[in-house]
């Protein structure tokens, strides 16, 4: 009998280890490191700036070690109530890349246009489905040094923290949320 009770205490053991998230947040061989993701941004915006190593330091020291980011262009404009619309590509530490589209709405005190490169730290998500999905968010001066702006949409345990550098003048304050899909799509609900 005592074999079989170890034999059911390791199936019980091995069901509560699958229920599990696949990787552990400071597990180095599942996340990317500060460096890494720096050279990432920097061969991905063209040029490092002072600014953006800031905010990519901000962002270890706030989240800890991403799994993922999102390279990508987008393209917003705003008179109180905003639209923002993008593409990119969702780059695992384990995996392979997949294409993602995103769109939102965002209401708020904000007025102008912009067209940026949008480089996205993505933690705790496990696997690269889940980032298909709404995460609302708030716009604005949340975070903003030597060009490079900052902030965060959080949506059951997965935290997204898009890197902003672009042109355009878009000012004000705004809450909203992006919408990331599979396909692209004009809907931004």
């Avoid at 050279?39 to 063209?46: E, H, N, R, V």
């Avoid at 550098?165 to 000012?171: E, Q």
Wanted: hydrophobic share 40%; charged share 20%; proline share 4%.
């Amino acid at each position: 009998m005592s074999d079989r009770r170890l034999h059911l205490q390791q199936l019980a053991a091995l069901a509560a280890a699958s229920a599990l998230p696949a990787f552990a947040a400071d597990e180095k061989d599942v996340t990317y490191d500060e460096d890494s993701v720096l050279k990432a941004a920097t061969d991905f915006f063209g040029d490092t700036t002072e600014g953006l190593a800031k905010v990519i330091e901000k962002a270890f020291k706030e989240q800890g070690r991403p799994n993922a980011y999102i390279r990508g262009q987008e393209a917003g404009a705003a008179i109180t109530v905003g639209l923002r619309y993008g593409e990119g590509d969702l780059i695992l530490k384990q995996g392979a890349a997949h294409k993602v589209f995103w769109a939102g709405p965002s209401i708020g005190f904000d007025l102008g246009a912009n067209a940026s490169k949008v480089f996205t730290l993505v933690y705790k998500l496990p696997k690269a489905a889940d980032i298909y999905q709404r995460f609302p968010g708030v716009d604005g001066s949340l975070y903003y040094v030597g060009g490079a702006g900052i902030n965060y949409q959080r949506l059951n345990g997965i935290t997204l923290a898009p890197i902003r550098l672009g042109v355009g003048l878009r000012a004000g304050a705004s809450v909203g949320y992006m919408h990331y899909r599979r396909e692209k799509s004009l809907n931004p609900f």
